[in-house]
């Protein structure tokens, strides 16, 4: 293990977030390639990225992103334009990089080899730049004011970019921007307390920004005499002034409009120098007499950017980052202690009714109420936002479309929507597939939108809503649709029987295993996972997905995915002396029939529900279940893929919520169960796989 290795997987979690920013922030660009405050992002971005490589001593990693750090670099001067070839040949980086942390993962070592092209690239791009400077530019004179000894010296050694990058947001938002330098009397003894203190006041009114010392060592008291402050707020520096001059044991301030060519000094800056090397710096020192001059406003000249419409408190994020990282295993384990508590809690109300034990009825309330709650609050802490997966796709979108000579948009909407993070995990796949194949199949070429009345750019819209338990995703592009008699004809090729099929039930055989109507497997939607893939997954988290398509208008996909899949609310039944659970979210309704209103076609048996003949699922001759029949059944209706099904019962037991334990691989395989489940007075209760049921029952 080398000395790295307990530092690896946050740097692995830090350096997935910062690439995918990169990526997000990249395909704005291109969009917006004269925002100032994006470029400035970007950078400080890679910036970062570039230190933790080289924290870790990954030279390969720190190369190439130090070489692209000096394209956006570029970018910021305007030396280099950004154009597509230019933010293509950023996005051949980033994946680069991505690649190497995947290397990295899986502790391979990175060569340098693998990275000479692109550098080779870059520096041709960057190489072409300094030619066109050289040949511009002419030599300036730099004129620097250098501070002399022992005086109060308004200035910052270092400032991050993204310090810049808050100020020039926050002045777009008519806050001020003030560099603040104090010197406490020499003999203070509190200089901890006196710079807190003075702090505290100061944020009264506004933000700061930074500081020099840090806080923790101005708490603590660790520093000389001065200390320096970046301030953002709206008052006036008159104010700002007034407000500092309220503290005592002050022997001196400054207040000073932030100005990014003088305010940062740099290090050397700092230490006296002899009196015949410096130059003399104008300054004012602050008592009751010179305030006025000490605080004179100095206008800001800042650059204007196109789109600077960040928030105005945006600076807040550096210092209020509320969130923690957690290990998913520890969430399950908490997770599944909260399982263990809410089937406990079950069996103690099973008993209190049973026993009719009034004493401990108040307690078990309690009880109750907090199990939910703490239920509750693991559930929302497992709860993932749906952006995590949808954040790749508009740059996978760009480069697809650029690869096949389409124009098309891609709509995304509600990706704030939450799922729990299993499920979001397992989304990308068939999610990928999905868009694949509506930018490979659904989108026509330009040209041939515009012969069918079309506008030449299609329009993908990516969605995402909460509808009760469930959450939608869907997936609409309006391209060439799913035409029923291409897919009809290529189903009798391959010796898939179609009679009797409407042109519907046609479009739903691209569900079928194997089944294609691709004339050429291209190297976008041909990459080995087929539809029938993407609905097995769908299945396998709880889900069900639709399809909607009409020729040359366009292709709808409906998924419907379980907002979480460990505590369910189900309706228990019994069938025989057996009892079941079936999810409650696919219900729609439950009917008494009687056993005379079953009608027997050729091949099912039907009922007569809302007008349409429904098949009847016979769970007792399903499961193997014996029961003694009545006459009368309690038939579950459910609705799965659009069609109705009756799921017939002998007894309804009723609501309950259930916690879903995992079953054995064998019982999965007959494909009958989803889970099991602990029921309150101990015994086990399987929950029916309705999906899979009804599925193998339309087969």
């Known amino acids: 293990m080398d000395d790295n290795s307990i530092y690896r997987t946050l740097f692995f979690e830090e350096t997935d977030d910062h690439l995918q920013q990169l990526n997000d922030n990249v395909l704005e660009l291109e969009s917006n390639p004269n925002d100032a405050s994006l470029l400035n992002e970007i950078f400080r971005s890679a910036h970062t990225l570039k230190g933790m490589a080289a924290t870790m001593g990954y030279d390969v990693m720190t190369e190439l992103t130090h070489k692209m750090e000096n394209i956006f670099e570029k970018f910021k001067e305007g030396s280099v334009d950004v154009t597509s070839s230019s933010i293509s040949l950023v996005f051949r980086c980033l994946d680069k990089l991505s690649s190497l942390v995947e290397d990295l993962r899986e502790e391979k070592e990175l060569t340098h080899e693998s990275i000479e092209g692109l550098l080779a690239e870059l520096n041709i791009v960057e ?51 003030y560099s603040i330098s104090v010197r406490l009397e020499e003999d203070s003894l509190l200089k901890g307390p006196r710079a807190f203190l003075i702090m505290e006041k100061l944020e009264q009114e506004g933000d700061i920004l930074h500081t020099e010392p840090t806080t923790e060592a101005l708490e603590e008291g660790d520093f000389d005499s001065d200390f320096h402050v970046i301030y953002l707020t709206k008052n006036e520096s008159e104010r700002v002034l007034e407000n500092l001059m309220g ?211 299609g329009t993908i819209r990516l969605s995402a809503f909460q509808e009760g338990n469930q959450v939608m995703i869907t997936i609409e592009d309006d391209g060439k649709g799913l035409d029923p008699a291409v897919i009809g004809a290529s189903a009798e090729r391959k010796g898939i029987s179609i009679d009797g099929l409407n042109d519907e039930e046609i479009q739903q055989l691209i569900f079928h295993p194997g089944f294609s109507t691709a004339k050429e497997v291209t190297n976008i939607s041909g990459r080995g996972v087929g539809m029938d893939v993407v609905k097995s997954k769908i299945t396998s988290l709880g889900g069900t997905i639709e399809l909607r398509s009409q020729v040359n208008v366009g292709t709808l996909f409906i998924i419907k995915l379980p907002l979480t899949l460990s505590i369910i609310e189900a309706l228990m039944v019994r069938i025989g002396n057996e009892n079941f659970a079936i999810p409650l979210d696919i219900v729609e309704r439950v009917v008494m029939i009687r056993e005379a209103e079953i009608e027997e076609t050729l091949n099912e048996e039907v009922y007569e529900f809302q007008g349409e003949m429904i098949p009847i699922i016979r769970t007792n001759e399903l499961l193997g279940v014996e029961t003694n029949h009545t006459g009368k059944h309690y038939a579950i209706i459910v609705n799965i893929d659009q069609r109705y099904y009756g799921i017939l019962s002998d007894e309804l037991i009723g609501q309950q919520e259930i916690v879903i334990k995992k079953i054995d691989n064998i019982l999965q395989q007959i494909r009958k169960y989803q889970g099991a489940t602990i029921l309150g007075d101990g015994s086990i209760a399987l929950i029916l796989d309705i999906n899979a049921i009804c599925h193998d029952q339309r087969k």
Do not use: C, W
């Open 127 to 177: 190489q072409g730049s300094i030619q066109e400077s050289t040949q511009e530019s002419e030599p300036t004179d730099v004129v620097v004011d250098v501070p002399q000894a022992n005086d109060l010296v308004v200035g910052f050694r270092q400032l991050e970019d993204s310090d810049l990058h808050v100020i020039k947001s926050a002045i777009n938002d008519d806050y001020q921007s």
């Open 247 to 457: 503290n005592s044991e002050v022997e001196e301030v400054k207040v000073e409009h932030f100005d990014e060519t003088r305010h940062i000094l740099g290090a050397q800056l700092f230490e006296p120098l002899p009196v015949e090397d410096v130059e003399i710096v104008q300054v004012a020192t602050v008592d009751e007499e010179t305030v006025e001059k000490a605080v004179e406003p100095t206008v800001v000249n800042e650059p204007k950017t196109e789109t600077t419409n960040k928030p105005a408190q945006q600076h807040h994020n550096n210092n209020n980052n509320q969130s923690i990282r957690v290990d998913l295993s520890r969430l399950d384990l908490f997770l599944n202690l909260v399982s263990e508590l809410v089937v406990y809690r079950n069996q103690l109300e099973e008993v209190s009714t049973r026993a009719n034990i009034a004493d401990i009825k108040e307690s078990l309330e309690q009880v109750s109420r907090l199990t939910s709650e703490l239920q509750d609050l693991v559930l929302k802490i497992r709860m993932q936002q749906v952006k995590v997966v949808f954040s790749r796709f508009p740059r996978m979108v760009r480069d697809l479309s650029n690869e096949l000579n389409k124009e098309m948009d891609l709509i995304i909407t509600g990706e704030e929507t939450e799922l729990d993070k299993t499920v979001v995990s397992e989304l990308s796949e068939p999610l990928v597939h999905l868009l694949r194949n509506s930018v490979d199949h659904g989108i026509e070429l330009p040209e041939e939108r515009e012969r069918l009345g079309k506008e030449r750019k």
